[in-house]
């Protein structure tokens, strides 16, 4: 009689299933190991350029460049001075006779009562915008502040409450400075009790606008905070001068902070250069696109912009691709001409057509990446489609396997009852 105890069916049904699909199982999983590796280097290198696009993005503000410069003043009370980019070296001497204040009025004869009996409308008035105030739906000076402060047409007028010596008044404030945003008050339309309070407002603040001159040049401003005075320099007033002694502004160009920032071009560049040798040496499918970028990005390098190269700056570039600095060089250039690192990296240039590069790959519409993405999201479909197949394929062989070796072992038992029976 032969020994059936060990045939097991599902056993032998799964490794003949098992053999049916191993070639497609083995290319599949080949396939989905390298599409995986292609994939995982594509995020790395959109991070690396995104990361590097970003740490660019500071150093081309409209507002600021790879140039830092400095304000010093020979009165710290009287402004602070902020610089940008734009600003050139020189020294202006400012006279401040006047500084720029907003209009406050206090009304201490309007009360709580005579808001409650008043009737007509108010006119507030800013430049050429207003707001109507019903006073006939007023009760309270409360009310009041409520319907000016809350109006969705408020010309640019603040009403508050102050108390003194325990009386509640009402204060109107222009929210900003100089003789054209001053408030006006249209009192025709009110009840003659109403209109005469109103008409009769203290002045706390008047509405002036600043007075400043550079020599013989006289300039006034509705606001303390001169930005266009000088270009490049903004002034923050706080105080008049004394007599004869004008306040000395000297801007001049922040070798060490310029340094800074070109350090921090030059770190990010060879961040990325790191990041495309890992890439262009690893198996991942991706070398023709590293290849392509590494040749861009070492025609932009070495390229000139407005007239001027990399190496006027001290930036040179070694055997690897990797960028080094000498100060000295930086010093003497910026001594020279210290626009002239705006003009290279600025006002359209380096870093602009770098952003242009790093957009043709990054671009979610038309980028490079996002395309070789889409034929890699494609490839893992039809991958995915493939396993499902090789799943279904081995589905049916191992049931058909099973039912083959089941009634395989269930004739061998018959056969070995038979043969028992005849043995007796």
């Given at each position: 009689m032969t020994d059936i105890s060990s045939l097991d069916p599902q056993t032998l049904a799964t490794q003949m299933a098992g053999y049916d699909i191993q070639a497609s199982q083995s290319a599949a999983t080949k396939q989905q190991s390298s599409l995986t590796t292609q994939s995982n280097n594509l995020s790395k290198l959109k991070t690396a350029l995104t990361t590097f696009r970003s740490s660019l993005a500071s150093l081309n503000s409209t507002t600021q460049g790879m140039l830092v410069n400095s304000a010093t003043t020979s009165q710290s009370t009287v402004a602070t001075v902020t610089t940008t980019s734009q600003a050139n070296r020189g020294t202006y001497s400012l006279s401040v006779s006047q500084l720029a204040s907003a209009q406050q009025?206090?009304?201490?004869g309007l009360t709580d009562e005579m808001v409650k009996q008043a009737s007509g409308s108010l006119t507030l008035a800013v430049q050429d915008k207003s707001i109507s105030i019903d006073m006939g739906k007023l009760t309270s000076l409360?009310?009041?502040a409520d319907a000016v402060n809350q109006a969705t047409d408020n010309p640019g007028v603040t009403a508050s409450l102050i108390k003194t010596d325990g009386k509640v008044q009402l204060m109107l404030s222009s929210d900003e400075s100089g003789i054209a945003n001053a408030l006006t008050l249209t009192t025709s339309q009110l009840d003659s009790q109403t209109a005469a309070a109103l008409n009769q407002g203290v002045e706390i603040s008047a509405a002036k606008d600043a007075k400043v001159s550079i020599g013989s040049l006289a300039f006034s401003s509705s606001s303390n905070?001169?930005?266009s005075l000088i270009e490049g320099v903004t002034i923050n007033l706080?105080?008049?001068?004394?007599?004869?002694t004008p306040l000395t502004l000297t801007v001049g160009t922040d070798t060490s902070g310029t340094q800074k920032n070109l350090q921090t071009f030059i770190d990010a560049y060879n961040s990325l250069r790191s990041v495309l040798d890992t890439q262009g040496s690893a198996t991942g499918?991706?070398?023709g696109l590293v290849s392509s970028l590494n040749t861009e990005l070492n025609s932009v390098i070495r390229g000139t912009a407005n007239g001027f190269d990399m190496t006027r700056f001290g930036v040179t570039s070694d055997k690897d691709g990797k960028l080094t600095l000498n100060s000295d060089t930086l010093k003497t250039q910026l001594g020279k001409n210290p626009q002239s690192i705006n003009q290279f990296f600025n006002s359209q240039g380096l870093l602009s057509t770098i952003d242009k590069s790093m957009n043709n790959y990054l671009s979610s519409s038309h980028g490079v990446l996002q395309s070789r993405q889409e034929v890699l999201d494609r490839q893992q479909s039809d991958i995915t489609d493939r396993q499902t197949k090789i799943t279904t394929r081995?589905?049916?062989?191992?049931?058909?396997?099973l039912t083959q070796f089941t009634k395989l072992k269930s004739a061998m038992q018959d056969m070995n009852n038979t043969l028992s029976s005849l043995l007796g």
């Open positions: 009025t206090a009304y201490t409360a009310d009041f905070k001169l930005d706080q105080t008049v001068t004394a007599a004869d499918g991706n070398d081995y589905n049916d062989a191992y049931n058909r396997y």
